[in-house]
């Protein structure tokens, strides 16, 4: 078992002891083929360390321990106890704050104050769903007088998780939250770029005391651990958080495998729409905030800003000077704002999205080139002079690469705004109440920010219209995703007609 620790060091918190196996059934183990699979600092380019790789008969083993604790001990626990668990899961993470922050920043590239602030997050996260384990209710209902009718909400049974790799603890908790609140066990692949962070949390699942097989994690690639996980016949239910495209490879194996019910928060390419009468350097702060935040890399990113023609050139103007203040560099170091994309596939791929734009012939006001030599780091990049129908303009670009484009009226921006295949999230700014409340109805998207941008909080739900997903994590709606109605009908001694 020691083989499946190694010593790694961060510049926050020195020396620690990271898991590398797979943590099935409350162990750590190697997987059935003996795989492993290398983890790269994308600041530095180099190998932080190697961990085991699940295949798809590590994910059997474990789908059997989930099944095996979720008919057992975890079916015989009361929902205060589960309840309980989620808090001393959340107090071990309070405590390891800065230890979860510095591995998220060294496997990801993230500034440590934005991995500071996922980790408090999760931390409100599990308290909250926590606090919803002993008030998952049913309702009796009366259809006649000799019945007594009622409605039970059950867990689903085992799930199978797959989470991304731009907000890896974030999504873990949103994850885990809602499942074990309801009573399910899980069997989680983490992403490939990032599965330190997850080790990290399925140690301190261990130490809250959750019994053996209600939490299983697999280290592993999608095509392989994940499809294991998405066309598994004794899983019962499979959550993902990633591309459309890979969303749209899940469902079609839920469907013909054991049409387990599938939830997905897929894609987006969100409109940030500032109209003429709005607090330029609010906005400003904000729009940069909605693209640059993580990199850019986030789902529900602002990459599509309309400008209203009155404010257009003063506006361009400003962003332009906050764009190149925003420090990029080392996670680690002083007020450091942007860090590196995650890995060299995904640099690749947001570099040629910013030659597209170019080529296509919008105009390049700031950025456009990599920066330094050494890691994945990119310019903040603002293009602008972009037409509908520019590739940077139509697809998730997933870096700091913002369109930006010119409006006149109102209808033409809803137009111009719901005029895509996704719908994830939408902005508004403007001091006119009537203007915010009647463009965020009108606007195709889960999420509209009003004179704001990438305000998630855990109370609040959060998925996408169209094919930006189905279902909702976080708040009470994403209990729903892991429980199933059972209506109870007892008919009352009697004669039978």
Partial sequence: ????????????????????????????????????????????????????????????????????????????????????????????????????????????????????????????????????????????IDIAPDMFSYTRQEPIGVCGQIIPWNFPLLMFSWKIGPALATGNTIVMKTAEQTPLSGLLMAQFIKEAGFPPGVFNLINGFGKTAGAAISAHMDIDKVAFTGSTIVGRTIMKAAAASNLKKVTLELGGKSPNIVFNDADIEQAV???????????????????????????????????????????????????????????????????????????????????????????????????????????????????????????????????????????????VHTKDLNTAIRVSNALKAGTVWVNCYNMIHHQLPFGGFKESGIGRELGEAALANYTQNKSVSIRLSGPLF
């Fill in 285 to 427: 702060s904000w729009v940069n905030f909605g693209i640059y935040y993580n990199h850019g890399q986030c789902c529900c990113a602002g990459s599509r800003v309309y400008v209203q023609e009155g404010i257009y050139d003063k506006f361009v103007a400003a962003f332009k000077k906050r764009a190149e203040a925003n420090k990029v560099g080392d996670p680690f170091g002083e007020n450091t704002f942007q860090g590196p994309q995650v890995s060299k596939l995904q640099f690749d791929r947001v570099m040629g999205y910013i030659e597209s734009g170019k080529a296509e012939g919008a105009t390049v006001e700031t950025g456009g080139s990599r920066l330094g030599d050494k890691g994945y780091f990119i310019e903040p990049t603002i293009f602008t002079n972009v037409k509908p129908e520019m590739k940077i303009m139509q697809e998730e670009i997933f870096g700091p690469v913002c369109a930006l484009a010119k409006f006149s009226t109102e209808e033409e921006v809803l137009h111009l705004g719901n005029n895509t295949s996704y719908g994830l999230a939408a902005a």
């Fill in 1 to 140: 078992m020691s083989h499946l620790f190694i010593d790694l060091k961060t510049p926050l918190t020195g020396s620690y002891k990271q898991p590398t196996g797979l943590f099935i059934n409350n162990e750590w183990v190697e997987g059935v083929e003996k795989k492993t699979f290398e983890t790269i600092n994308p600041t530095t380019e180099e190998v932080i360390c190697s961990v085991c790789e699940g295949t798809e008969a590590d994910v059997d083993i474990a789908v059997k321990a989930a099944r095996k604790a979720f008919e057992g001990a975890w079916h015989q626990t009361t929902p205060q106890q589960r309840g309980v668990l989620l808090f001393k899961l959340a107090d071990i993470c309070e405590k390891n704050l800065d230890l979860l922050a510095a591995v998220e920043s060294l496997d990801n590239g993230k500034p440590l104050m934005l991995s500071r602030g996922d980790v408090g997050a999760i931390i409100g996260c599990i308290r909250y769903y926590g606090g919803w384990a002993d008030k998952i209710e049913g309702k009796t």
